[in-house]
Nanobody, 121 residues
Framework: QVQVVQSGGGLVQPGGSLRLSCTAS????????MAWYRQAPGKQRELVAS???????NYADSVKGRFTISRDDAKNTVWLQMNSLKPEDTAVYYC???????????????WGQGTQVTVSS
């Protein structure tokens, strides 16, 4: 079993910054993709940013140039640095990790508990 625990988030004024973190622990042989998703009220969950085991990154167009995803493989941790936040960034943010339990097994998706980010004056 794998536990995925998020921290960070909260209330920030427009133009402000926040940093989210996410750590996976438990029965982990390897982690391929680590990603952040978000879901605003009444909307579908969307990919915000992702980073592979080779540290290749991908961002949603709406956050390019403002958000930065990074990871520490030794700590099984991924961060999302969010700068120049806008009200439309308000959402519940979820961490997602692709975990292999053994060398020959398949990757399995695990999700964090979600954390609220509210951008408002």
């Amino acid at each position: 079993q794998v536990q995925v625990v998020q921290s960070g988030g909260g209330l920030v004024q427009p133009g402000g910054s926040l940093r989210l973190s996410c750590t996976a622990s438990g029965d982990i042989f390897a982690i391929y993709m680590m990603a952040w998703y978000r879901q605003a009220p009444g909307k579908q969950r969307e990919l915000v940013a992702s980073i592979t085991s080779s540290h290749s990154t991908n961002y949603a167009d709406s956050v390019k140039g403002r958000f930065t995803i990074s990871r520490d493989d030794a700590k099984n941790t991924v961060w999302l640095q969010m700068n120049s936040l806008k009200p439309e960034d308000t959402a519940v943010y979820y961490c997602n990790v692709d975990v292999k339990h053994t060398a020959y097994g398949n990757f399995v998706d695990y999700w964090g508990q979600g954390t609220q980010v509210t951008v408002s004056s």
